[in-house]
């Protein structure tokens, strides 16, 4: 796995980790804003692995 392949998914985690613990956090605050902006944060490190990484047809 390519290192920045790596990092990308490091840093998916780690946002999936906080994600967790707003989501936690919102059962007693009723925060969903601070839910939906933590789960922004981890569906943007997808697409940007996503981005960087992708098979091409026809080896493009």
């Known amino acids: 796995m390519p290192t920045g392949m790596r990092q990308l998914g490091h840093q998916m985690h780690m946002n999936a ?7 936690n956090n919102a059962e007693v605050t009723r ?6 902006n933590s789960l922004s944060e981890v ?7 996503h981005q960087a990484y ?7």
Do not use: M
């Open 54 to 60: 992708q098979l091409k047809k026809g080896g493009q």
């Open 17 to 23: 980790r906080e994600l967790v613990v707003t989501i």
């Open 43 to 49: 569906t943007q490190a997808c697409v940007n692995c």
């Open 31 to 36: 925060d969903t804003t601070a839910i939906l």
